[in-house]
């Protein structure tokens, strides 16, 4: 997590996965912005707490295994979080499905996204799995984005394009 306005005391990072270049970091950086950046215009919630893990890497291109992300949710599941953000969509995997179930069974709100695959896509999971909220984004004119998935699994539309929030080395 790379930059000022994360209050380094209330996030705590675990990297399953190394992150080695801050490419790597981009995405959680900038989801991490969303929810918890001290500066108004970005984060949403700054007083949260926030356990971000690691599950997707480099030698991946930047992609997770299943096994790597049931153990991410299971170290979610340890820690007792209350709200697990899933924010990768694909196909369905019934190791990932399986944690997924046991979180919601646990007690905790999971939220995913859509997928950016198109309008004609099959739905992407996890965001697909039963008791997940699911959710798509959309732009300043709260017109859907064009690359979202489409379908009646959908919970949300929430802003999505074009947003301000954290970026690596520092920036917006």
């Known amino acids: ?47 949260a707490s926030l356990l971000a893990v690691s599950a997707f ?9 299943a096994d790597m992300i049931a153990k991410a949710i299971d170290l979610c599941i340890e820690q007792k979080v209350d709200i697990l953000n899933l924010s ?24 995913a996204s859509a997928g950016n695959n198109g309008p004609g896509a099959e739905p992407a999971y996890p965001a697909a799995i039963p008791g ?7 732009d300043s004119d709260e017109s859907v984005f064009a690359k979202a998935n489409r379908g009646s699994y959908l919970d949300f539309a929430a802003p999505g394009v074009g947003i301000l929030t954290t970026a690596p080395r520092n920036s917006y």
Not at 29 to 37: D, H, L, N, R
Not at 88 to 111: C, L, S
Request: glycine share 10%; hydrophobic share 40%; charged share 20%.
């Open 1 to 47: 997590i790379l930059h000022s306005s994360l209050n380094r005391d209330n996030i705590s990072l675990v990297e399953l996965v190394a992150s080695d270049s801050p490419k790597s970091r981009q995405h959680g950086t900038e989801v991490a912005g969303v929810m918890v950046s001290s500066d108004p215009r970005v984060g949403i919630a700054p007083e």
């Open 57 to 65: 890497g480099n030698g991946q291109n930047g992609k997770g295994t």
């Open 88 to 111: 990768f969509a694909g196909e369905q995997d019934k190791i990932v499905e399986k944690m997924v179930r046991r979180a919601i069974a646990n007690g905790i709100v999971v939220v």
């Open 132 to 138: 997940v909220i699911a959710v798509t984004a959309v």
